[in-house]
């Protein structure tokens, strides 16, 4: 059965509020224009210091926007910290995401961090990018420190964006120890989409029908390119109406609604 997504609902869980011209390294310090935030999406912001910038607070207090802040580990000094820690509380934001390559983290860089800033961050969600590749591919093992994230129960639920990657296999295991690990379609399912990893994907999303989410990974790839990937996939693997609402934004507003 096709199903026609076009006109279908839809939340980006995996959504930089950049232009496409942005480079990684810029995602750190670049001021948004308010322009590119979405009301459909997560808005993932890497500039830490944005959150305690008085100019943004009309749409980070707003119950109409979702965001997702940078977890501080080097990001911010101590004084800098207590204040992003202050106002995640004010604005009510239980967003939270680390991206082990672009922070060059570490088992023990992670551990002392949770350690130190524990009773902030629990009950919260957290973002884990979980991509494989780059010159930190035999470095940095994201989904090593996604299971050292989720053995510490400080968090609510954890988000393994971007499907792990190409160790598709160990994602599956760890969300089948784990009830409260999700996973995000982002960037993976788009590059991917010429490979065999495609039916790792598919036996992914069937065996945890609510517990994976649609996301972009935009600027980096195209809303547009990632939506008619999707369509393609869905068609190639006949998914059923209901299936696709709920990856498109069912599962997605469970984690990211507001209270």
């Keep these: 059965m096709f199903v026609n997504t ?11 509020p950049y232009e496409k011209k942005i480079k990684e390294k810029n995602l750190f310090k670049n001021k948004i224009e308010k322009k590119f ?7 993932i912001i890497f ?7 008085n100019s943004y607070s009309e749409y980070f207090k707003s119950r109409d926007y ?4 940078l977890l501080p580990i080097e990001e911010l000094n101590n004084n800098e910290r207590k204040k992003f820690f202050k106002y995640l509380n004010i604005y009510k934001i239980k967003n939270l995401v680390i991206h082990p390559y672009l922070q060059n983290l570490t088992e023990k860089k992670l551990t002392s961090f949770l350690s130190k800033y524990k009773k902030f961050l629990i009950g919260k969600n957290l973002i884990i990018s979980t991509a494989i590749g780059s010159d930190k591919i035999y470095n940095i093992y994201p989904l090593k420190l996604t299971n050292l994230v989720l053995k510490k129960k400080i968090f609510k639920n954890i988000i393994a964006s971007h499907m792990g990657g190409y160790k598709i ?3 599956i295991a760890l969300m089948d120890t ?4 999700f996973c995000d379609t982002s960037f993976s399912l788009v590059y991917w989409h010429e490979s065999n990893l495609i039916y790792d994907q598919n036996f992914l999303i069937s065996k945890f029908k609510k517990r994976v989410l649609y996301g ?4 980096f790839i195209n809303r547009i390119e990632s939506r008619k990937k999707h369509n393609l996939f869905f068609k190639k693997f006949n998914y059923s109406k209901k299936i696709v609402e709920s ?3 069912k599962n997605a507003e469970q984690i990211f609604k507001k209270n």
């Design 6 to 16: 076009q006109k279908m609902k839809i939340f980006d869980s995996f959504y930089f």
């Design 178 to 181: 784990y009830d409260n690990l």
């Design 247 to 249: 990856l498109l934004y």
């Design 169 to 171: 296999y160990e994602l």
């Design 66 to 69: 979702t965001f997702s802040f």
């Design 47 to 53: 500039n830490t210091k944005l959150l305690i910038d």
């Design 37 to 43: 935030f979405i009301k459909n999406g997560n808005n």
């Design 216 to 219: 972009s990974d935009n600027p």
